[in-house]
């Protein structure tokens, strides 16, 4: 077996023809980090650093992880140079995806077929900006007809006016990309900036948010002005689920004290946070929206990394002592059988409960993709064996990129497809299953069974 070859991650012939039939299939993507306004200002790119690593947390926390000077990855020193200091580490990183997906990338979809390392990657950084310089490689081409991009669902915040949206789908000639309402800053009144987010809303909708029922008016405006724009779900991504029973008159008392600017302890936060988050999954259900919970992700715990350069630049973990469980079941009791919820855990100890969880509530509660230090060939093969059983494969929600990279559609699909290919390649050559059988579960699990479960 060669790098990258025909059989790469796939160990059984069954796998081999399981993925021929589903490798061309349209990329539907539910849940990305995409830069739209890149998008739908369509330039070229500037180079091959901008493309493949400027947004890029994984890469970044490799090469720190290999001791590349900050400098080199987030500050001030030229992209020709953060490329080459990539290059000349990137041996190192053989056995992380970062290694293989950034290889897919760059034989898939720029026929460079030589190992990126310090020989090469002034060689690879020339080659690729020659194509990047034309049209072809613009971000809309390259969505379009080179990662086969059916449609897309981007995260944004409750006060945002959706122009890049709209810019994009004209240009496309088609709904390309939809929104996706994340009102995490909204709930989370513990967070920098929570308090300025309110005068957002503010000025956004011309509400004064004076009682917890302005707000709830305010969100429910957001969410109409979703819903009129595409949108199909919600997305939250939350340490554990709060309490949903929580009482209006305390959760009231709560947020009137914190618009005063006045201090209020973590009981109390929560008490907010639980009946506000109800309040939304119910705009989801009358909706019948997807809501998405990304649970367990403990966020910037490296001290050194948070100061210097803020949230969201790596220095997250998960945590397998959290117990989602409690809250989780009264959210799931109180909207059993009327919202579709999508369930994803930062830690692989939690998929048992997960798993079960979903089994227990039916059709309308799904396990989605491996997510995020998951999203690797042995957590994704070792979540869809463990879901195939104990919940049913084909309720599962299907794969997302979660990312901020274009090339994200290409690399992260080929990688989950070809995983799914040989662990139900698996199935039928160990006589667990009928081929035919199997040949209609890929397609769904990998295409049309996505757009239906997210109303694409």
């Known amino acids: 077996m060669a790098f990258l070859d025909d059989s790469y991650l796939i160990g059984n012939k069954t ?5 021929a039939k589903i490798s061309k299939l349209p990329v539907v993507d539910p849940h990305n980090h995409a830069n739209l306004r890149e998008i739908a200002e369509n330039r070229c790119y500037r180079d091959a650093w901008q493309l493949f690593a400027a947004t890029d947390h994984y890469v970044w926390e490799m090469m720190r992880k290999r001791g590349v000077p900050e400098k080199l990855i987030t500050g001030k020193s030229a992209n020709r140079d953060k490329f080459c200091a990539l290059g000349k580490i990137f041996p190192e990183l053989i056995g992380n995806p970062v290694y293989e997906w950034i290889h897919l990338d760059l034989r898939r979809y720029f026929g460079i077929e030589e190992q990126l390392s310090g020989k090469t990657a002034e060689t690879v ?6 194509k990047l310089a034309t049209d072809e490689f613009r971000p809309q081409a390259l969505l379009s007809k080179k990662l086969n991009v059916e449609v897309m669902c981007s995260t944004d915040d409750a006060a945002d006016t959706l122009e890049h949206h709209d810019r994009i789908n004209r240009a496309m000639g088609r709904i390309l990309v939809r929104p996706t309402w994340r009102p995490d800053k909204t709930i989370k009144i513990f967070a920098p900036g929570w308090r300025e987010g309110m005068d957002r809303l503010e000025k956004r909708f011309g509400i004064e948010l004076n009682n917890l029922k302005a707000l709830v008016s305010v969100m429910k405006l957001s969410h109409d002005f979703f819903a009129e724009h595409g949108c199909r779900a919600s997305d939250h991504g939350l340490l554990i689920l709060p309490d949903v029973e929580a009482d209006y008159k305390q959760a009231n008392r709560v947020f009137r004290r914190a618009m005063a600017g006045e201090e209020v302890t973590k009981e109390e936060g929560r008490i907010f946070m639980g009946y506000l988050f109800g309040e939304i999954a119910e705009f989801n259900a009358e909706s019948d929206w997807v809501t998405q919970l990304h649970l367990g992700a403990v966020r910037d715990v490296r001290k050194s990394l948070f100061d210097a350069l803020g949230p969201d630049v790596g220095g997250d973990i998960s945590d397998h002592a959290l117990d989602l469980r409690p809250n989780l079941i009264k959210f799931l009791n109180r909207f059993d059988g009327r ?10 100890a939690h998929y048992a409960t997960l798993a079960t969880i979903s089994r227990a509530f039916g059709a309308k509660v799904s396990l989605g993709s491996a997510w995020w230090l998951c999203d690797t060939p042995v957590g994704m093969r070792r979540q869809l064996e463990y879901i195939s059983s104990v919940d049913t494969l084909s309720n599962f929600a299907g794969m997302v990129s979660d990312s901020r990279k274009l090339l994200s559609y290409g690399s992260r699909f080929e990688m989950f497809r070809r995983v799914l290919s040989d662990v139900l390649g698996n199935l039928v050559e160990r006589g667990q299953a009928p081929l035919d059988g199997i040949e209609i579960l890929i397609e769904k699990i990998a295409y049309s069974g996505v757009k239906k479960f997210w109303n694409l």
């Open 15 to 19: 796998g081999k023809a399981l993925f």
């Open 339 to 348: 919202l579709k919820t999508v369930l994803y855990s930062l830690d692989p």
């Open 125 to 130: 950084y020339d080659a690729v900006n020659a």
